[in-house]
């Protein structure tokens, strides 16, 4: 069984700038800089005016991994998270978004809706967490959780500073 997780964020920034830097590679180059490590990487990025697609690979160290489940991981974990985003309107936006764990350990999937509040943005993300470990699954997802808030904490607050600068 999956556990359930939400996410809410106000960015500093009107909607469009909100948009706009979703469907910039540029921004997403200078994310993975600022947030993540030096092995993280853009595979994919298609741009269009109607949606935004967005694959990375995405690295834990394995330092950063709770010792509880580092006797199910080899070294640090491997993640390939895809990210959509289309029917920006000018006031609202929708996405979604799906992670993998290398080797089928866990899936990560979500939905995420954008509204403009008096000019910001505010972006609100819920979704599931599975980890395929027996007996430990729920433990596990728990601490996957626990680290996709902090997470995305650090991605609005690159997103904050990568808008206030635009």
Do not use: C
Request: cysteine-free; hydrophobic content about 35%.
């Amino acid at each position: 069984m999956a556990t359930r997780f939400s996410h809410n964020a106000r960015i500093d920034a009107p909607i469009e700038t909100v948009y706009s830097a979703y469907g910039s590679e540029e921004y997403w180059r200078e994310r993975l800089l600022a947030v993540g490590t030096d092995k993280d990487s853009l595979d994919d990025f298609a741009s269009s005016a109607d949606s935004i697609r967005v694959t990375i690979t995405q690295h834990i160290p394995e330092e950063d991994i709770p010792d509880s489940a580092r006797r199910f991981l080899p070294g640090e974990l491997t993640i390939v998270r895809t990210s959509t985003y289309s029917g920006f309107d000018g006031r609202t936006f929708t996405g979604s978004a799906r992670a993998e764990a290398a080797g089928g350990l866990g899936l990560i999937s979500g939905d995420a809706t954008a509204v403009d509040r008096d000019g910001a943005a505010e972006e609100s993300v819920s979704g599931q967490v599975k980890v395929s470990v027996p007996l430990l699954g729920g433990t596990l997802e728990k601490m996957v959780i626990s680290h996709l808030d902090r997470l995305f904490e650090a991605e609005y607050r690159h997103l904050n500073r990568w808008a206030a600068a635009r």
